[in-house]
């Protein structure tokens, strides 16, 4: 029920893997399982464009797959950073690329940008010891280039 209304309405949703395979039934473990997630949630559940997020995809590549309302796939892929800093990505990603939607960033772009800025914010925070177990990124970094237009 809450989908079927939901996720028409949405610009743009980013499940992580956990929350892929409750909301579509498919275990995403490579990029192209993710792809066809998206491509689920597109097709069958009335989303207008998803970002599976793979930040927890074995081996030491992250990748996350874009896939829009047009069909069109786009894959970000870097390198996983070695911290336990990392509470927190998600609804940071989110929010980031909400921000640059709303500064009527193109989606891709907003995508793009906001990866770069989780990125270093994860990576400025990576040898810091903050409380026990996982910490989080550094919600305070400031990108030295503002953002990606084009």
């Known amino acids: 029920m809450m989908q079927k209304e939901l996720f028409p309405m949405a610009t743009l949703l980013t499940p992580n893997l956990k929350e892929c395979l409750e909301i579509t039934g498919i275990d995403a473990k490579t990029p192209e399982q993710m792809q066809d997630a998206g491509l689920f949630m597109i097709d069958k559940l009335g989303a207008k464009n998803v970002l599976i997020k793979g930040g927890h995809l074995n081996g030491n590549e992250m990748v996350d797959v874009l896939v829009l ?20 990505t998600g609804c940071t990603l989110s929010s980031a690329i909400a921000s640059y939607l709303a500064m009527d960033i193109d989606l891709t772009v907003s995508v793009l940008n906001a990866k770069r800025y989780v990125t270093e914010a994860i990576y400025s925070a990576k040898d810091l010891q903050l409380g026990k ?12 280039e503002l953002i990606i237009t084009e």
């Open 133 to 144: 177990g996982n910490g989080s990124l550094n919600h305070l970094y400031f990108p030295k």
């Open 69 to 88: 309302e047009s069909r069109e796939v786009k894959m970000f892929s870097g390198e996983k950073i070695d911290t336990k800093n990392t509470h927190g």
